[in-house]
């Protein structure tokens, strides 16, 4: 047995393989990372579509970060969360020259899971006696029970089966255009998805809090039409209910500005984030309330906290990834590079019939993957993930073999690429993905219908 296989056996017998059967798990072998490149055992390099789990926004060797990371492991790697330390101090004075104004009270932990978690507690506690939370069915929120709970997809139905899950959570119907849940269509559709919402709180009672992902994460990169963010505000004000944005994944430049809200000027009461907050360098989740929640624990005893919490390691990314995103962002090349992106997936829409929609906004695409384009069959539904192998798992195991990493969900290839990727590397995904997806085009049924580039449409009615 050569030394790379019985590291790997050694590695699967011995620890758990993330969200799947054990059995057949067989990791690739990642030894190197720099840029937007990893390498595996064989040097074979492979272009990340998709910034890890939508995470790794800065690329990877990132030095100001690490130097930064080092500094402070010689300094002080670790003190217990009661004390105060300059890392936080630093890490809060960062944060405050990019968190929305009315936002400025931290909670830090280590994930985006605990974010949520925090949330939970510091929202039910605020809103007493009400406590139930709406969320959306084309949304994920974390591992943990509260995260687990908030979740849309098809991990809440695992998760509720080993009863992980808290109670009084309901879901609303998604702002899913490209299969609206009511069968309406933008713009005549009144926005029904949020003023459904409406109806819900009223109908519901005891609600605390709607929580949002701005911009559909994994479960499709959905961009919401230009009313519905404002609209959701609006009808949260007006019943006294809380709007927490989770931006683990759609926060730090992701969709354009630092924050996905902000492209409808939105504010909301707590903002949840982590991934982007150090580029993963460190491990970060971040609980943010506006002053008056604070206010409110002046007096009431915050009954949260970890071991890890404000960690002096993973807070020590935090300033010099706020710094790095603001030199980025001042070359102007995330900024052309997402428009780039935009031109070069639409004309992979036009080429393959197994695309039923092409959607997103930044660095922030779906590919919706149909089976017919005219009636959107698809190929795969909610119920399949985990259970087999699916077309969207085939279409990103051949842009591997290709040397394209793109993370796959069950309807939709996840494009994400770091922040830092320049129009000749999208170039060159591009061109791996359009390969991998013969794939599922030779499966397809072809027919006439285009595709329908819901996000371009929305562009022209809105202000994005
Ligand atoms: C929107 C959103 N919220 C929460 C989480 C959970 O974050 P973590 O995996 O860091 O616990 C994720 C992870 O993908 C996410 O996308």
Not at 7 to 33: C, M, N, S
Not at 150 to 178: L, M, N, Q
Not at 236 to 244: P, T
């Amino acid at each position: 047995m050569t030394e790379a296989k019985e590291r790997l056996e050694a590695l699967t017998k011995h620890t758990y393989g993330v969200w799947r059967a054990q059995r057949g798990w067989q990791p690739l072998f990642i030894k190197d990372a720099e840029g937007v490149y990893m390498y595996d055992e064989n040097d074979k390099r492979y272009l990340d579509f998709s910034s890890q789990l939508m995470c790794s926004n800065l690329g990877h060797k990132n030095k100001a970060i690490i130097e930064a990371i080092v500094k402070q492991a010689e300094k002080m790697s670790y003190i217990a969360p009661a004390f105060a330390q300059e890392a936080t101090v630093n890490a809060v004075e960062a944060l405050l020259t990019v968190i929305p104004a009315g936002l400025d009270k931290f909670f830090f932990s280590t994930s985006g899971s605990e974010a949520n978690e925090a949330a939970l507690k510091i929202l039910r506690q605020y809103m007493a006696p009400n406590y139930k939370v709406i969320s959306r069915y084309h949304s994920y929120h974390g591992t943990t029970a509260a995260g687990s709970s908030f979740t849309g997809d098809s991990r809440r139905w695992y998760a509720e089966r080993a009863r992980c899950t808290i109670e009084g959570v309901c879901f609303a119907p998604d702002v899913y255009c490209y299969r609206c849940p009511f069968s309406l269509n933008y713009p005549d559709c009144n926005i029904q998805c949020a003023e459904y919402v409406d109806y819900m709180i009223k109908e519901e009672g005891n609600v605390a809090a709607v929580l949002v992902e701005p911009v559909v994460g994994t479960n499709g990169r959905i961009v919401p039409p230009p009313e519905y963010l404002p609209r959701l505000r609006k009808i949260c004000d007006e019943n006294g209910v809380l709007l927490v944005a989770d931006e683990v994944m759609s926060g730090w430049h992701r969709t354009g500005p630092v924050w996905a809200v902000q492209n409808w000027n939105v504010i909301p009461d707590i903002l949840i984030t982590a991934k982007g907050c150090t580029g993963a360098y460190t491990p970060v989740g971040l609980t943010v309330t506006t002053r008056k929640i604070a206010d409110y624990f002046e007096e009431e005893i915050f009954v949260h906290g970890h071991t890890y919490s404000f960690h002096p390691l993973a807070l020590s990314a935090i300033p010099p990834a706020v710094a790095e995103y603001k030199k980025l962002m001042a070359t102007g090349l995330p900024q052309r590079v997402s428009k780039y992106l935009e031109k070069r997936l639409y004309e992979l829409e036009d080429r393959h019939q197994c695309i039923g929609d092409a959607r997103g906004i930044g660095h922030f695409w779906a590919l919706e993957i149909v089976k017919n384009r005219k009636t959107k069959e698809p190929f795969n539904t909610k119920a399949d993930k985990f259970r087999k192998v699916l077309m969207t798992d085939r279409i990103a195991a051949e842009a591997m073999k290709l040397g394209l990493y793109v993370a796959p969900w069950y309807d939709t290839l996840v494009i994400a690429p770091p922040l830092v990727i320049t129009e000749e590397q999208i170039d060159e995904g591009i061109e791996k993905l359009d390969k991998a997806l013969e794939i599922a085009d030779r499966e397809a049924v072809h027919t006439d219908t285009p595709g329908t580039r819901s996000a371009e449409a929305f562009n022209k009615a809105g202000k994005i």
